[in-house]
């Protein structure tokens, strides 16, 4: 009985060892199942932490480059509604000063503010006849600069540009010209002024230092101004005074 009994109990611990070992197997397994399962949760914990910092990146580049955008919209924005406004005033000004030109620069004495007095130009020695009217020649304006060269009148209609716009030239000397115009003539503008002469016109540069509004008897408002050279072929000139001179009419 006691053999029986001690071999009983040896088999009763020798099965408790097995499952003892088989139990802790069991455990260990679990234990590398556990830390395998957190390893990963690690890896996806610091994946997604990338992920959201990239995101936010992403969306404050977006925010920055959005802003910008807005930004230039805005200047943008702001200087189209300067330059219509600037334009709205020069347009303004453009069709307010010449009425201004003709109130302030026609003489008082005149019956009709828009009626300018026709005065005879000088004609050329041995010519008797009078200049046509767009030739009337007004006193030089105070602060004009003072002629130094003796000037030519022109009986007939002597057809010049100014700045590219057809002008009527009244008298020239080898300092300066007066000029009849329909386009709008504004003292202290440079401009250019070609005088046909064949196949060589004569173009001199100057300055309008006097201009004025009037009203011609046929051809409505006109502009009548003083224009000084500044740069100019006095031989050219002369050349086509004398030639212009010997082609006058007799009076």
């Known amino acids: 009985d006691l053999t029986a009994a001690r071999q009983t109990l040896e088999a009763a611990h020798a099965q408790a060892e097995e499952q003892s070992q088989s139990e802790r197997r069991d455990i260990e397994r679990s234990l590398r199942d556990a830390l395998a399962k957190a390893d990963a949760a690690i890896?996806?914990?610091?994946?997604?932490?990338?992920?959201?910092?990239?995101?936010?990146?992403?969306?404050?580049?977006?925010?920055?480059?959005?802003?910008?955008?807005?930004?230039?919209?805005?200047?943008?924005?702001?200087?189209?509604?300067?330059?219509?406004?600037?334009?709205?005033?020069?347009r303004h000004r453009d069709e307010t000063e010449p009425a201004t030109a003709?109130?302030?620069?026609?003489?008082?004495?005149?019956?009709?503010?828009?009626?300018?007095?026709?005065?005879?130009?000088?004609?050329?020695?041995?010519?008797?006849?009078?200049?046509?009217?767009?030739h009337a020649s007004p006193t030089t304006p105070h602060g004009a600069p003072v002629r130094r060269a003796s000037r030519q009148a022109f009986q007939e209609d002597l057809q010049v540009l100014i700045d590219g716009s057809p002008a009527t030239l009244v008298d020239l000397s080898i300092s300066g010209a007066q000029l009849v115009s329909h386009s709008a003539l504004k003292p202290n503008r440079m401009v250019r002024v070609q005088i046909p002469a064949g196949d060589n016109p004569i173009t001199c540069k100057g300055k309008i230092v006097w201009a004025r509004l009037e009203a011609g008897s046929t051809t409505g408002l006109r502009y009548r101004a003083g224009v000084f050279f500044t740069g100019v072929d006095e031989r050219a000139i002369e050349r086509f005074l004398a030639e212009y001179g010997a082609n006058q009419p007799a009076g």
């Not at 969306?59 to 807005?70: D, I, M, R």
């Not at 019956?111 to 008797?128: C, R």
């Open 102 to 134: 003709a109130r302030t620069s026609l003489p008082e004495a005149q019956a009709s503010p828009l009626a300018a007095a026709e005065v005879p130009e000088p004609t050329l020695a041995g010519a008797g006849a009078r200049s046509a009217p767009a």
């Open 43 to 90: 890896r996806d914990r610091d994946f997604l932490a990338e992920e959201l910092e990239l995101t936010r990146a992403s969306v404050a580049a977006g925010q920055t480059e959005s802003q910008a955008q807005l930004d230039a919209m805005r200047k943008a924005a702001a200087q189209r509604i300067a330059d219509l406004e600037a334009a709205l005033h020069a």
